[in-house]
């Protein structure tokens, strides 16, 4: 017999049926009934995945990221493997493409780096770490709830963060899983977008915005504080779209951004100064007649107190001063969007995060509105919206057990996806602490203190703020369980450690808060090393919870992620879209049945009074002006602004660490404007240090006039294996809106100091 | 865990001659986690692919080499697919596999799998990975051992010296 070739030997292992009778006539012989020393594998074959020859199997996916975007996916996968990712052509959002992010999703799931197995570390942030099984991490976790519980009478120095890392709705059964288990702590409200949402709710009832596919029929966009060629990228095909259907695009932000590149005009307003400058824009208008008055009369209060607010104490000089833009640009723009019909505002959220953030968009949304665009498709004051999002919130509504003792008091709103709104008269509640001071409050909290902390779908010291506070918090915490995919810094300063599933390993539904589709997640795969998904977890701790002191939780012990997503809709959520079963979703993706792509199209707002409130009483009773005006920005406390925007390769601290990332983008950056860095004697790529009060931050230098002179900038993100941390320099102070609807302030991320000189 | 790392210390005696304690054995597992485990990014995945596929992912060309050399062997993974088949711990259990077979029957369809097992997958990686223990300081010597027996062994099979030129880590 010749030697069999390598080729041969390839060939008989692709097929199942050559493969198997090659050795044929040996197997039959029993050979393989004892195999002494051979511990892992087994006697027997095993189906490999389906074989579709050149062919895939394809699923129905959702990128369940915190993005405007929300990308409508279809995976494609062979032999069980996951091999590439494309956007869902049915989606005229999506339209068939991914972002750089997204494209590199089959890097996320086959990483190497993945946390794959429940682990336990012997000291904090020591790097001495154990394997655990699920049963003795569940038994740990089960024994330290129980313990806290014996001890203090209640499980409220049991604390929940949890945030946005996963949007896929079953995630919220992490709040479930608190809920089965008793009274807890929750870290509420939202480092995002709250300002700009309460700010919306006091001026039109409700947070709704224009579908951005309708930006074509704008005749005039102003991008303001927003970068959607990085952060949505789907949508700049509509601005184009706009563009060249003769609509003059303008951004407004302190940093020459890619989207103000693709722009028809820049304006770069000083940094926290958008509403002086939208001010300036309502004054000139109002001065040459340009409002609309019919519409404010008919849909509005508080206009003419606006007016005599403009007249007395606006001046366009006054705006040119404040926001550093030259009053002719400011006359000139307030004129061309005052006679375009329609004219739109994009107000992104980064121009919320500010002490006056709120009242700033209250001035945006004003400016809309006097001219008449508020309700018109092509117009609007678009920010954001939730009206897709009306799901059973099955996973999070669990009920607590029997007997449970908690927070005394009225209690709500746990964050903006709680739509309970607040409960007066229960007796017992969940005790809520803001999110956005979770270091201050970890080590305020009292009787009792916050013991134990259950961190989900949030990278705390990557995102929250004032970083050695939060490290110094933590030494107050007697347990912190983290579950994640990757070594991030939490999972640093983690005692346990637990592996969860990526969006492609579990059951979902993804809606977006920018655009009106829905998309349905299957399970394209099956989830590789221990993984479990949220809800999983939740039951397998409820397992033991149970095993240990019987109805101490009432999780169901067992759950079926495709389950739990069916039973997320409901009659309303499918007529919206006009499915009548969630299954059709598996064809692809769905848009709401809209009767106008612009909300408030009848005029009729969600106010107090149904008119669009420019003088709003609700407003004032949470502890704002009623009145739409200036309001002053936090003073300077270092010598040079310091911005912590969003990366062009990252959610937040997701997707910086993948390689395909780490190729384009390998280190972190802190841009300087050529003039301050030559008052330093820094060069382009010198080593520096950037320093505050709260602390500081070594990196390299990029030399920019991209930013303003006065303007530090780095873009947050968790790079694999680099100690930088931005909020090393961020504090946590408040911005001024946000607690109405999502039970605390927002946090003025970008009114922010240093100073950086060489290291 | 334990027992595995109370096999390893035995398998190395300290090198000042002393038995292995209990804080050892706990040193051991930890560096033993550090390098093949996690939950931080390891130095040397002790999967296949990662060194052998052109995207150094898990779950690629080579893990299905590997799932399919054991499915002719008639034997598979318990895990179900949630362990790749190309861990290393599965390739080296394939490999007493063949041996027992090979000790009980001459076929050379069976000497020929195993060549190619051997000699177009174990021996394109198994080096590489060996690199990537080697660039990592204060790799405990249980560990440096075990990896030195592996190393060894590989080398023997191939009836060559033992492997003295290093490839560079691809990590």
């Not at chain 1, 806290?148 to 992490?174: E, M, N, P």
């Not at chain 1, 203190?449 to 030494?475: E, H, T, Y």
């Not at chain 1, 969006?503 to 099956?526: C, D, G, M, P, T």
């Not at chain 1, 009432?554 to 997503?565: E, G, R």
Request: one cysteine or more; glycine letters at 8%; hydrophobic letters at 40%.
């Amino acid at each position: 017999m010749s030697k069999i070739t390598k080729q041969e030997i390839e060939r008989i292992l692709e097929n199942p049926v050559s493969r198997r009778s090659f050795l044929g006539g040996l197997l039959a012989t029993g050979a393989l009934v004892v195999l002494p020393g051979c511990r892992l594998l087994r006697p027997g074959t095993v189906d490999m995945g389906q074989v579709w020859e050149g062919g895939y199997q394809t699923f129905r996916n959702a990128c369940s990221r915190n993005c405007y975007d929300t990308c409508s996916i279809v995976s494609y996968v062979k032999n069980g493997v996951l091999k590439f990712v494309e956007g869902a052509p049915e989606s005229s959002f999506t339209a068939g493409g991914l972002c750089v992010k997204g494209n590199s999703y089959v890097r996320r799931v086959y990483s190497p780096d993945r946390i794959k197995y429940p682990m336990e570390q012997q000291g904090r942030g020591t790097g001495k770490w154990k394997r655990l099984s699920w049963d003795e991490a569940m038994d740990k976790i089960a024994r330290k709830i129980l313990e806290i519980k014996a001890r203090d009478g209640s499980l409220l120095g049991l604390a929940l963060s949890k945030y946005s890392g996963s949007f896929g709705i079953t995630h919220y059964g992490v709040e479930g899983m608190m809920s089965s288990l008793g009274y807890t702590t929750r870290l509420v409200g939202t480092p995002c977008w709250p300002a700009g949402m309460d700010a919306q709710n006091f001026d039109m009832g409700n947070m709704l915005c224009n579908d951005p596919e309708d930006l074509p029929l704008a005749r005039y966009v102003i991008v303001w504080g927003a970068n959607p060629a990085w952060c949505s990228v789907h949508s700049m095909k509509f601005l184009y779209a706009a563009q060249e259907a003769g609509a003059k695009l303008v951004v407004v932000d302190p940093v020459f951004t890619q989207t103000a590149a693709k722009a028809d005009e820049y304006v770069q307003v000083r940094t926290g100064e958008d509403g002086a400058l939208a001010l300036g824009m309502c004054r000139h208008i109002l001065d040459r007649g340009l409002y609309d008055k019919e519409w404010v009369a008919a849909h509005s209060i508080g206009f003419d107190e606006f007016a005599a607010y403009l007249r007395e104490h606006v001046t366009i000089d006054w705006a040119a001063q404040k926001s550093g833009v030259p009053a002719s640009h400011i006359a000139a723009i307030a004129e061309e969007f005052a006679q375009a019909r329609p004219a739109t505002i994009w107000i992104g959220y980064g121009m919320q995060r500010h002490v006056n953030g709120g009242a700033s968009v209250r001035i945006l949304d004003a400016l809309v509105a006097m001219t008449g665009n508020i309700g018109k498709p092509g117009g609007g004051a678009r920010y954001a919206q939730m009206q897709t999002w009306g799901f059973n919130y099955h996973a999070k509504n669990q009920k607590q057990p029997e007997g449970s003792k908690g927070w005394i008091g009225a209690s709500g709103p746990k964050g903006e996806f709680d739509f309970s709104g607040v409960k007066e008269n229960v007796k017992y509640a969940d005790r809520t602490i803001n999110i956005n001071k979770t270091a201050q409050e970890i080590l305020d909290t009292k009787d009792p203190q916050v013991r134990m902390l259950w961190v989900a779908c949030k990278n705390i010291l990557s995102q929250d703020f004032d970083r050695p506070k939060m490290l110094k918090a933590f030494n107050k915490l007697e347990m912190v369980v983290v579950a994640d995919q990757f070594f991030n810094q939490t999972v640093e300063q983690a005692d346990i450690v637990l592996p969860v599933t990526t969006f492609f390993e579990e059951w979902n539904i993804n809606a977006s808060y920018w655009h009106y589709w829905l998309s349905l997640n299957e399970q394209a795969v099956k989830p590789l090393h221990e993984a479990k998904s949220d809800i999983e977890i939740a039951a397998a701790l409820s397992k033991r919870m149970n095993e240990l002191a019987p109805g101490s939780c009432t999780f169901p012990t067992t759950v079926d992620t495709k389950d739990w997503t069916a039973q997320e809709f409901n009659k309303k959520e499918l007529d919206l879209f006009g499915i009548s079963s969630w299954e059709e979703l598996r064809k692809g993706p769905v848009k709401a049945k809209l009767t106008s792509s612009a909300p408030w199209s009848d005029g009729v707002f969600a106010t107090p009074s149904k008119k669009y409130e420019f003088h709003s009483d609700l407003c004032a009773k949470n502890g704002h002006d009623a009145l739409v005006m200036y309001k002053e920005g936090r003073p300077a406390y270092d010598k040079l602004r310091l911005l912590t925007p969003h990366s062009k390769f990252a959610i937040n601290s997701q997707f910086q660490n993948l390689d395909w990332m780490a190729d384009f983008n390998s280190e972190p950056y802190v841009y300087i404007h050529p003039r301050t860095a030559a008052l330093r004697g820094i060069g382009h790529g010198d080593a520096v240090r950037v320093f505050n009060k709260v602390g500081e931050v070594r990196l390299a230098a990029q030399l920019t006039a991209d930013v303003p002179p006065d303007t530090l900038l780095m873009y947050e993100g968790w790079y694999k294996g680099l100690a930088f941390n931005c909020q090393n320099l961020v504090d946590d102070v408040s911005s001024d809106m946000g607690s109405f609807k999502t039970g605390a302030p927002g946090v003025a991320i970008h009114d922010q100091f240093a100073d950086v000189v060489r290291a | 865990m334990a027992a595995a790392c109370a096999t390893l210390t035995k398998a190395a005696p300290p090198a000042d001659g002393h038995p292995a304690s209990a804080d050892t054995a706990d040193e051991l597992e930890y560096a033993f986690n550090r390098l093949f485990v996690g939950p931080g990014a390891v130095p040397a995945p002790p999967y296949a692919s990662v060194y052998l596929d052109p995207d150094h992912g898990l779950m690629g060309e080579s893990t299905r080499i590997a799932a399919a050399v054991y499915d002719a062997l008639g034997v598979s993974s318990p895990s179900n697919g949630r362990l790749p088949d190309d861990h290393l711990a599965l390739e080296l259990d394939a490999a007493v596999v063949f041996h027992a077979l090979k000790a009980r029957e001459q076929s050379a369809e069976l000497a020929a799998l195993w060549d190619y097992f051997l000699r177009d997958h174990l021996m394109l990686w198994v080096p590489l990975f060996l690199a990537c223990i080697k660039q990592v300081p204060d790799v405990p010597p249980a560990i440096s051992h075990v990896a030195s027996l592996l190393s060894a062994w590989l080398s023997e099979e191939c009836g060559a010296k033992p492997v003295t030129h290093v490839p560079p880590c691809i990590n």
